[in-house]
């Protein structure tokens, strides 16, 4: 193709009949909003504002961050990142004695762009003290309901799939997911201290048919069957809620109590889109730490980098009390409830397209 043949570049978003086709979905999303803060209004929770700029922007290994400097007025540098989540300001609020606490944040995660990602979005997180996570599960359940109510919504539909947001969603542990959908049995590579037994789990994928790469960590292979086999399964008909992660697979979430080769983690699926991530919180600040270095070593091993620990977060944990909280993708939530298709669509403002 020379360049006379190529396709025309898309237009702008700002431009004139681009926006008026993105609008209704734009205001559909701002009645969502709205109806989401009444929610968490009359539930006695507190809605708070955390800053963007944070001395870590999160330690998890696959996570992304965009960095900065603080310039000092005599010219002395710090190194600070845009955050991925609020959490741990979040979890520094409840260690303050805040009990019930919601927050709409703009969060910033590098290196993800596509129908499903962009790098500057919407969190909606929400903690309880005092409360386990079945109750953000019920939480969860209530406010797709309440979006899809909110804009007249029957059905969420995406890439050919349905689903009744009304309905309760299934409850579905990882163990069971990997059994159900790829015929493997995770749980026999987890020992009861939540070590992972990496040739264990090659070996049942190779059984099972899936590729397996001589460098492939265990959470590689976990990773693989989650995205091939059991997500493109999930929220076909209701949501489901993929529980009881393996304790490896949860570095912020406490273990369960019956079984501590799993933790109190749980991601809500809708369409197969993942929608939202909650955990019944760690709050032992040693363990954290254990966790974090854990983390921050596989991402030195995969990319050559690492995000510094924050010390104040990890210092807050002592004083936190057993508390559950979530984290939800409220554009994607607006995508399904809205019929969009790709996330930009919901997003006011979206960030420039960057060179391939």
Not at 131 to 151: C, G, H, I
Not at 170 to 188: K, M, Q, T, Y
Request: net charge negative; proline share 7%.
């Amino acid at each position: 193709m020379n360049r006379t043949d190529a396709p025309p570049a898309p237009s702008p978003w700002w431009t004139p009949h681009v926006h008026a086709d993105r609008r209704p979905f734009l205001l559909a999303r701002n009645r969502i909003q709205a109806a989401f803060r009444r929610f968490f209004d009359e539930r006695g929770f507190v809605e708070v504002d955390t800053a963007t700029l944070q001395v870590s922007p999160g330690n998890e290994a696959h996570l992304h961050a965009f960095a900065t400097q603080a310039v000092g007025p005599g010219g002395s540098r710090t190194p600070l990142y845009l955050h991925t989540s609020p959490e741990f300001a979040c979890k520094k609020l409840l260690a303050a004695g805040e009990a019930r606490i919601s927050c709409f944040a703009h969060v910033y995660r590098n290196r993800e762009r596509g129908p499903l990602h962009h790098p500057e979005f919407t969190m909606l997180e929400w903690y309880r003290a005092g409360e386990t996570y079945e109750a953000l599960m019920r939480d969860a359940a209530e406010l797709l309901a309440l979006a899809a109510d909110t804009v007249g919504a029957r059905t969420f539909t995406f890439r050919g799939h349905a689903v009744d947001p009304f309905r309760e969603p299934e409850r579905l542990s990882v163990a069971e997911a990997f059994l159900r959908f790829a015929g493997i049995d995770l749980l026999a590579s987890v020992d009861r201290s939540g070590a992972t037994d990496r040739e264990r789990l090659a070996a049942s994928l190779e059984e099972a048919g899936l590729r397996v790469a001589p460098d492939d960590t265990w959470s590689d292979l976990f990773s693989r069957v989650i995205v091939e086999k059991v997500e493109p399964n999930l929220g076909r008909g209701r949501a489901t809620i993929l529980d009881r992660y393996p304790v490896a697979e949860a570095a912020l979430a406490r273990p369960a109590a019956d079984d501590p080769r799993v933790a109190e983690r749980f991601e809500l699926y809708a369409c197969g889109v993942e929608l939202a991530n909650a955990f019944g919180e760690l709050t032992d600040p040693a363990e954290q730490r254990v966790r974090f270095e854990a983390e921050m070593a596989e991402k030195m091993r995969v990319y050559g980098e690492r995000y510094p620990l924050d010390e104040d977060f990890l210092a807050a944990l002592a004083l936190m009390p057993q508390a559950s909280g979530i984290a939800l993708g409220f554009d994607r939530l607006a995508m399904l409830a809205t019929g969009a298709t790709r996330i930009d669509q919901v997003i006011w403002a979206p960030v420039p397209e960057t060179a391939p």
